[in-house]
């Protein structure tokens, strides 16, 4: 027997931007993104895809491309007409929009160093993202957020995905964008309900990782909740920081090993919004989900009763629900149906069990089995006290 092992080593790097007003006429931001890799030439061949969300909300958008366009016209050239695609999360339960943007990138003779530039929130983020990356095994992508929780969790990081059946993010890769703007001007025409998607995923993130973020959030909560847009900007600038730190500094950016600390209340949120048929949002169902741990949690004596009702009462205060009905739903075996998500996430995780639990507040730790009995038990308190 002969055999050789490979190893090597490949480094990505790429900008998250934060900043308003990306397609003025004047502004040279985008020029400068797309000239980043030395190995494309100019003009810029692009793909712009806008989630019809945004483009509802902005309807001037499209006209100030154009004319962006037409002012950079020397080195950045439109490969084919404006893409639209329908947001939220059922554009990644339809089969066929991969399948189109794949099509498109077909018919119009996209290469490598061409860019998909993509204008949305989440969703869309992940669809165009999971397409692009299987087009010639990875052409380049440019992400431009325009929610909260993509600007600050979901827009950021490493992945994309779509849905297949009711597994949420079935299919999908790991592939590093070119570049990612944030763009806060986008941000005064999200309804309330996607105002608060991205508040769910900053508590997540400083409940495991970040007191002092805690705390910060505790202290401006009735700002976030009332919308005020420079709190929101800072609250987002520092949940994207710690959600890159954590792709960045944990060892683990494409998720090889077992722990999905960024997961934390994800296990009962991907489940709830498959059993609401994504009626409820992912904002949303984490906070549920962050809600329903702290209980847990603190069965398991890792948190104090009074620090589970301090998270609960901040995801609260910044207006997100802490209860659903769906939660004491039961099958044909009276098994609580929320418990089909942790067969779920086992599977998703590659068959070793591995749940991100807060251990006090600002730090985390993992444990590989959930106690049933003590998971109704945490619901039963929860309905009790927070429904």
Known sequence: MKTIEQRFTVTYEYP???????????????????SRDEMAPAPFRVVIVIDRGVERCHPQLVHQITEWLTAHKDVVELATPIEFLPGNEFVKKHDGVVERLVKLAYQ??????????????????????????????????????????????????????????????????????????????????????????????AIKVAVIKDIAFFEWLQAHAPALRDRDERTMEEMIYRSAQLHLA????????????SARPLDFGHWCAHRLEAMTCYQMSHGEAVAIGIA????????????????????????????????????????????LTILEGIRQFREHLGGNLCITLPDGLGRKTEIHEMDEALLERAVTLLHERHA
């Open 16 to 34: 998250v931007v934060f900043c308003r007003g990306l397609f003025d006429v004047e502004n040279n931001l985008l020029v400068d993104l797309l």
């Open 108 to 201: 119009t003779h996209i290469g490598r160093k061409d860019t998909f530039v993509v204008i949305g929130g989440g969703a869309v983020q992940d669809v165009v993202g999971y397409a692009a990356s299987i087009v010639h095994r990875g052409c380049r992508i440019l992400r431009v957020n325009t929610t909260t929780l993509s600007q600050g969790d979901a827009g950021v990081g490493v992945k994309n995905g779509v849905d297949y059946g009711s597994a949420k993010n079935f299919l999908g890769t790991f592939a590093p964008p070119l570049a990612v703007v944030n763009d806060a001007s986008f941000l005064h025409t999200l309804t309330d309900r996607d105002w608060r998607n991205g508040i769910a995923e």
């Open 246 to 257: 954590h792709i960045s500094g944990a060892g683990d950016p494409f998720e090889r090993g």
């Open 292 to 335: 329903l741990d702290m209980m847990y949690a603190s069965l398991l004596d890792l948190v104090t009763p009074v620090e589970a009702t301090h998270v609960i009462a901040l995801l609260k205060n910044c207006g997100l629900n802490v209860w659903c009905d769906e939660l004491v739903l039961r099958g044909t075996d009276d098994r």
